[in-house]
């Protein structure tokens, strides 16, 4: 028996959310009493594959194998799916990332697995039940899911744990899952990256801004901070919806769910669809004009002023103390 | 083109969230319900507006009680031609799933296009398990799709940006914004769906492979820390010092 995670690569490198699916796997298997392994598709470096080891992984699975270059959710299915049949895992944990939430159902049907979408913490396991807490109701609630199936797989919900990096490095063994040309009816045709900017799905820190700016050349001081602090920025709808900002700013409801250590609101009022998508932050700062402003409720820090003088002085106070 | 969107009923966004017998059932008092937005806004508007492009016909499924009528009369009058409600009250997304696929087959669909996931449970799984299920391509979080012959040109969001894909069809396709421009029923659409077909159908499913041990509410509301706009240093010590997150 082992733990599976599954660490998904860009370009030759682990993404930074596998790594904490790692750290999961890792964690779950020590409550299962067992040891975690892990399955990589497409080119890698043993260096990069080995690294995993840091988060207790102490074997990497690795299918070299050019057509895994681009995420097919058919192909990645068959393939890590094989992986856990082969190396008797009997719980697959991947990230609850965009490509992971898409290839996890899939995998969770071809085991017949229980599955738990978005697990925000680490499982219970009594016996040969698993438990998982997990955000619903766009986070007003939790729940708690259970499931007593022979295989089990879990997605973990990005920025849930603060993984921990040890010094170990994982062996690397070479796998070759039985896909056929035919399983890969995806063709990547092009990427639109957003560059220079830290993405937001991904960001640690998030600078977010609303109406309460009042224009589109109001922006640079957000964009100043963010910089400064290497946090990404966001927006409200209300902004995006008039193109102030562009439409992959947006979180909400309607848009991008974050999940990051720090989110800055700046001049949003914190309506209920607004916070859908950032009340799993683990710190909020809202800075709004207005005392009442309901943002005011489901912040952890506030400060009452006008945007144009508290934040160019946010500026200066964040570099005083990165000087320092 | 004959293209299948699952649709979901979900309460409103604005609803107060409890739970009764000990903490193990959603309470539904004065909560109102609402088709699942993505699926309304996104899915249901695409797969019209590629029938209006192309041809075809466009089913909604809903696998629910006969309570959920009411969203599906709403789906059939934005324009879906007719409408499929699986009568079973499922206990996961592996139900509903297996349902969703075991009508597609009977179908000869080339198309599934479902939302990202429901408001309630944001498990986001029913595409995925339909997708595997019939052993099908599946792009999920796609804000843009259009369709050529039996190939699609999906575009997905991904970490930090956007990836466009093509796909051979059949293929299930969820929707996420911008994927469609929303539409509010009309008269007409609201009359014609009386008459539009609305078949039930009885369900074929096994178990379910996992269940909601209990719900929790946070347990209290968040207390906010405040500082004096004049003092904005402090709250950059205590951001260091005390919440630890710079
Ligand atoms: C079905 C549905 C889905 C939705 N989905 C989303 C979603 O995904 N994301 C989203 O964001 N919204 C969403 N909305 C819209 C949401 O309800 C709000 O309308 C929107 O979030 C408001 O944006 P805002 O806070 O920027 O603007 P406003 O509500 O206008 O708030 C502006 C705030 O700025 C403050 N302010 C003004 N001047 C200053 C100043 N000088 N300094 C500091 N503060 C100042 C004001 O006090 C006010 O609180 C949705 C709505 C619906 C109906
Ligand atoms: N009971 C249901 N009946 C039909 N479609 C559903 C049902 N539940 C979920 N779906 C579809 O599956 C999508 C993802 O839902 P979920 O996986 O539950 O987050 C929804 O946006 C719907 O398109």
Redesign the interface.
């Given at each position: 028996m082992s733990v599976l995670a599954f660490a998904e690569v860009a370009e030759g490198k682990i993404?930074k959310?596998s790594f904490e699916a790692a750290y999961y796997a890792a964690k779950t298997a020590e409550l299962a009493g067992t040891e975690a392994v892990a399955v990589v598709l497409g080119a890698a470096s043993n260096e990069e594959l080995a690294s995993l080891g840091a988060y207790g992984i102490t074997k990497v699975y690795h299918a070299n194998d050019a057509r895994f270059a681009?995420f097919?959710?058919?192909a990645y299915?068959k393939a890590v799916s094989e992986a856990a049949n082969s190396f008797g895992a009997s719980i697959v944990v991947l990230s609850?990332?965009?490509?992971g939430?898409?290839?996890?159902?899939?995998v969770?049907?071809?085991l017949?697995?229980?599955?738990?979408?978005?697990a925000g913490e680490l499982p219970i396991i009594e016996g040969t039940k698993l438990?998982a807490?997990?955000?619903?109701?766009?986070g007003?609630?939790?729940?708690?899911?259970?499931?007593s199936?022979d295989k089990k797989v879990l997605a973990v919900s990005p920025n849930s744990l603060s993984p921990v990096k040890g010094s170990g490095t994982a062996s690397v063994e070479a796998f070759s899952p039985a896909v056929s040309d035919a399983d890969f009816?995806?063709?990547?045709?092009?990427?639109?990256?957003?560059t220079g900017s830290?993405?937001?799905?991904?960001a640690d820190?998030v600078v977010s801004a609303g109406r309460g700016l009042k224009g589109p050349e109001n922006w640079g001081m957000i964009e100043e901070l963010a910089k400064e602090?290497g946090a990404a920025t966001a927006c409200s709808r209300a902004v995006s919806d008039v193109d102030w900002r562009p439409?992959?700013e947006?979180v909400g409801?309607?848009?991008?769910t974050v999940k990051p250590?720090?989110y800055i609101a700046v001049g949003i009022s914190g309506a209920?669809?607004h916070l859908?998508g950032v009340n799993q932050s683990?710190?909020?700062?809202?800075i709004n004009t207005d005392p009442e402003a309901p943002f005011?409720?489901?912040?952890?820090?506030?400060?009452?002023?006008?945007a144009f003088?508290?934040v160019p002085?946010?500026i200066?106070?964040?570099k005083?103390?990165k000087a320092a | 083109m004959k293209i299948l969107v699952p649709i979901s009923k979900v309460p409103d966004t604005t609803s107060k969230i409890a739970f009764t017998d000990n903490n193990s059932k959603f309470s539904t008092d004065n909560v109102q319900f609402i088709m699942n937005p993505t699926d309304e806004w996104y899915a249901l508007t695409k797969a019209i507006e590629l029938k209006e492009q192309q041809g075809g016909e466009v089913v909604v499924i809903n696998v629910g009680l006969a309570e959920n009528e009411q969203i599906i009369r709403k789906a059939l009058a934005i324009g879906a031609d007719s409408a499929v409600r699986v009568d079973f009250d499922a206990a996961d997304a592996y139900q509903v799933a297996e349902e969703i696929a075991s009508y597609a087959k009977t179908g000869g669909f080339d198309l599934i296009i479902t939302g990202k996931e429901t408001i309630d449970f944001n498990s986001f799984q029913v595409g995925g398990m339909v997708a595997e299920f019939l052993d099908w391509n599946a792009v999920s979080l796609a804000s843009v799709l259009t369709v050529e012959g039996n190939k699609a040109n999906v575009t997905r969001d991904i970490e930090g940006g956007t990836e466009t894909v093509e796909i051979t069809l059949p293929a299930v396709v969820g929707a996420t914004k911008d994927l469609a421009q929303a539409r509010i029923p009309n008269m007409k659409g609201i009359m014609s769906a009386r008459t539009k077909p609305l078949t039930v159908v009885v369900p074929t499913s096994s178990g379910a492979l996992t269940k909601v041990a209990s719900f929790e509410l946070p347990s209290k509301a968040k207390e906010c820390k405040y500082v004096q706009a004049d003092n904005v240093g402090e709250l950059v010590r205590l951001l260091h010092e005390e919440a630890k997150v710079i």
């Amino acid at each position: 028996m082992s733990v599976l995670a599954f660490a998904e690569v860009a370009e030759g490198k682990i993404k930074k959310a596998s790594f904490e699916a790692a750290y999961y796997a890792a964690k779950t298997a020590e409550l299962a009493g067992t040891e975690a392994v892990a399955v990589v598709l497409g080119a890698a470096s043993n260096e990069e594959l080995a690294s995993l080891g840091a988060y207790g992984i102490t074997k990497v699975y690795h299918a070299n194998d050019a057509r895994f270059a681009n995420f097919d959710s058919k192909a990645y299915a068959k393939a890590v799916s094989e992986a856990a049949n082969s190396f008797g895992a009997s719980i697959v944990v991947l990230s609850f990332n965009p490509s992971g939430k898409l290839l996890a159902p899939r995998v969770a049907v071809r085991l017949k697995a229980g599955y738990i979408a978005g697990a925000g913490e680490l499982p219970i396991i009594e016996g040969t039940k698993l438990t998982a807490g997990k955000n619903v109701y766009s986070g007003k609630a939790k729940a708690y899911l259970e499931t007593s199936t022979d295989k089990k797989v879990l997605a973990v919900s990005p920025n849930s744990l603060s993984p921990v990096k040890g010094s170990g490095t994982a062996s690397v063994e070479a796998f070759s899952p039985a896909v056929s040309d035919a399983d890969f009816g995806t063709v990547v045709k092009s990427v639109d990256k957003l560059t220079g900017s830290v993405p937001l799905t991904e960001a640690d820190l998030v600078v977010s801004a609303g109406r309460g700016l009042k224009g589109p050349e109001n922006w640079g001081m957000i964009e100043e901070l963010a910089k400064e602090m290497g946090a990404a920025t966001a927006c409200s709808r209300a902004v995006s919806d008039v193109d102030w900002r562009p439409h992959h700013e947006h979180v909400g409801q309607t848009g991008f769910t974050v999940k990051p250590n720090l989110y800055i609101a700046v001049g949003i009022s914190g309506a209920i669809q607004h916070l859908a998508g950032v009340n799993q932050s683990k710190v909020i700062v809202v800075i709004n004009t207005d005392p009442e402003a309901p943002f005011f409720k489901a912040a952890d820090y506030g400060i009452v002023g006008d945007a144009f003088e508290v934040v160019p002085k946010l500026i200066e106070e964040y570099k005083k103390f990165k000087a320092a | 083109m004959k293209i299948l969107v699952p649709i979901s009923k979900v309460p409103d966004t604005t609803s107060k969230i409890a739970f009764t017998d000990n903490n193990s059932k959603f309470s539904t008092d004065n909560v109102q319900f609402i088709m699942n937005p993505t699926d309304e806004w996104y899915a249901l508007t695409k797969a019209i507006e590629l029938k209006e492009q192309q041809g075809g016909e466009v089913v909604v499924i809903n696998v629910g009680l006969a309570e959920n009528e009411q969203i599906i009369r709403k789906a059939l009058a934005i324009g879906a031609d007719s409408a499929v409600r699986v009568d079973f009250d499922a206990a996961d997304a592996y139900q509903v799933a297996e349902e969703i696929a075991s009508y597609a087959k009977t179908g000869g669909f080339d198309l599934i296009i479902t939302g990202k996931e429901t408001i309630d449970f944001n498990s986001f799984q029913v595409g995925g398990m339909v997708a595997e299920f019939l052993d099908w391509n599946a792009v999920s979080l796609a804000s843009v799709l259009t369709v050529e012959g039996n190939k699609a040109n999906v575009t997905r969001d991904i970490e930090g940006g956007t990836e466009t894909v093509e796909i051979t069809l059949p293929a299930v396709v969820g929707a996420t914004k911008d994927l469609a421009q929303a539409r509010i029923p009309n008269m007409k659409g609201i009359m014609s769906a009386r008459t539009k077909p609305l078949t039930v159908v009885v369900p074929t499913s096994s178990g379910a492979l996992t269940k909601v041990a209990s719900f929790e509410l946070p347990s209290k509301a968040k207390e906010c820390k405040y500082v004096q706009a004049d003092n904005v240093g402090e709250l950059v010590r205590l951001l260091h010092e005390e919440a630890k997150v710079i």
